[in-house]
């Protein structure tokens, strides 16, 4: 447990530092197929923080949507989205990110909430200028998602 | 032998709410062990669903069970107040509902058909509407909060004497206009989730969201008791706790959008029968 608050602490730290080179949300370059290529901070994504982020009701809360085995200690997956056991081998990087940052790039019409992106109708008031995830929070995830092959 | 009765129905539910599509899909709502009442209904013509659903059938065996005894039913502590309310005199007039309503049961159907257009006001009008304009008009007492307590009590004791009769709210001539506007809010996205009423309860009802079960999002249950927050809620406060769930800015309860909504969201339940006062999670 130390060790993944070690790890989460360390990869907020290299987050700070990184920030000036931080791609802002509306400068992201989505490729054809919504993939996007270029990492969004320079940082490699951490993926015992990736999890954590992953999980984080306030933050991905990828599992209200999403089953994934990798993740058996938090009850109750969700079924709105595909499930992400083996989602390594289905996606690259590239697609990875994309779908993290912006899903609708890919994906057109999904439900599924854009995690790195300002900018909507109606949004409450303490969250106007807000991503629901940080760059480095996508990164993360997106290396989280990496490990997860099929067996 | 009724509280064995009861357990047994409570372990048939959850044994058909382990085995069945979803929970309870075949259980059947018995209150009092007297009052059936059907929990699917026909869709009504250009209904994007295929077949009406109720909230009920979403729910655990243990959650269903509460709401198919009044005893259990959590619901019945407040009408019961609102049953002293009813005599109560209350404002300047010296008049209480009873003075001009007599029996609340005078009341049978009236929550079929809200929000309705009243003519003489020039707007909708939900119950909660109808309420207050009796108790600033006609008793000289003070306009309730939407959601408070007092008027939750009220709007569930009067919407019981419709337990049973199948929604029917008009939609066409005067009302309309707030057809359409409740209508365009269903479908249109907000918040930072970026998130339409129908993402959830057209598109994906029926499926799991982390330990929730999505229904069609059907409001013939209300006002309904939640466990979750432990009292009566009005429609209102339900779509402000959606609104604000997929981070969006609510709007106000009894706005103009809000009863638009409420109506458009009845209308999609026309067919189905009321069982105020519901209890979900």
Same mark, same amino acid.
């Given at each position: &447990?130390?060790?993944? /608050? ?45 999890? /954590? ?9 990828? /599992? ?5 085995? %990798? ?40 439900? &599924? ?24 929070? =996508?990164? %993360?995830? =997106? ?9 | 032998?009724?509280? +064995? ?7 048939? @539910? ?9 929970? #309870?899909?075949?259980? *059947? +709502? ?12 026909? @869709? ?7 077949? +009406? ?31 002293? $309310?009813?005599?109560?005199?209350? #404002?300047?007039? #010296? ?5 001009? !309503?007599?029996? *609340? ?86 918040? $930072?989730?970026?998130? @339409?009423?129908?993402?959830? !309860? ?11 079960? +999505?229904? $069609? ?17 009005? *429609? $209102? ?45």
């Amino acid at each position: &447990m130390q060790r993944i /608050l070690l790890a989460a602490l360390s990869s907020a730290l290299i987050s700070t530092a990184a920030f000036a080179s931080e791609v802002a949300p509306d400068g992201v370059a989505f490729g054809e197929d919504g993939q996007v290529t270029a990492s969004l901070t320079g940082v490699a994504g951490d993926p015992v923080a990736g999890k /954590l982020a992953f999980v984080g009701r306030k933050l991905g809360n990828c /599992l209200a949507c999403h089953i994934n085995d %990798d993740a058996t200690a938090e009850s109750f997956h969700g079924e709105v989205g595909p499930p992400l056991n083996g989602v390594a081998g289905r996606w690259d990087t590239a697609q990875l990110r994309g779908i993290v940052v912006n899903s609708k790039m890919t994906f057109e019409d999904t439900i &599924m909430p854009a995690f790195y992106h300002e900018g909507g109708e109606r949004i409450l008031e303490k969250f106007v200028g807000t991503t629901i995830l940080t760059a480095q929070q =996508v990164e %993360d995830i =997106v290396a989280y998602l990496q490990t997860l092959k099929e067996e | 032998m009724k509280r +064995l009765i009861k357990t047994l129905t409570c372990t048939v @539910a959850a044994l058909v709410a382990t085995t069945a599509v979803y929970a #309870g899909e075949d259980a *059947v +709502l018995m209150i009092n062990e007297e009052i059936t009442i059907p929990t699917t209904a026909p @869709a009504p013509e250009g209904s994007p669903l295929t077949e +009406l659903l109720s909230g009920w059938k979403f729910r655990s065996g243990e959650t269903q069970a509460l709401q198919m005894d009044d005893f259990d039913n959590p619901s019945f502590i407040f009408i019961d107040k609102a049953r002293d $309310q009813w005599v109560k005199v209350d #404002g300047t007039e #010296g008049k209480s509902c009873a003075s001009c !309503h007599e029996d *609340v049961e005078s009341f049978k159907g009236l929550r079929t058909e809200l929000p309705r257009w009243n003519e003489t006001k020039g707007k909708m009008y939900a119950m909660e509407n109808y309420i207050n304009d009796c108790r600033t008009e006609r008793m000289g007492a003070e306009a309730w909060k939407w959601s408070k307590g007092n008027m939750t009590g009220m709007t569930s004791l009067i919407s019981l004497q419709s337990r049973g009769l199948p929604v029917a709210v008009k939609t066409d001539g005067p009302a309309s206009t707030a057809y359409e506007l409740g209508k365009k809010l269903y479908y249109t996205r907000v918040g $930072q989730l970026d998130m @339409a009423c129908s993402n959830c !309860h057209e598109d994906n009802y029926g499926v799991m969201i982390r330990a929730d079960h +999505l229904s $069609q999002g059907q409001i013939n249950g209300f006002p309904t008791y939640r466990l979750k927050n432990a009292k009566i809620n009005s *429609v $209102q406060a339900r779509f402000k706790g959606c609104m604000k769930n997929i981070r969006a800015e609510p709007f106000k309860e009894g706005s103009e959008e809000f009863t638009a909504l409420e109506l458009y969201v009845a209308s999609r339940g026309n067919g189905l029968a009321v069982e105020s006062p519901a209890v979900r999670n």
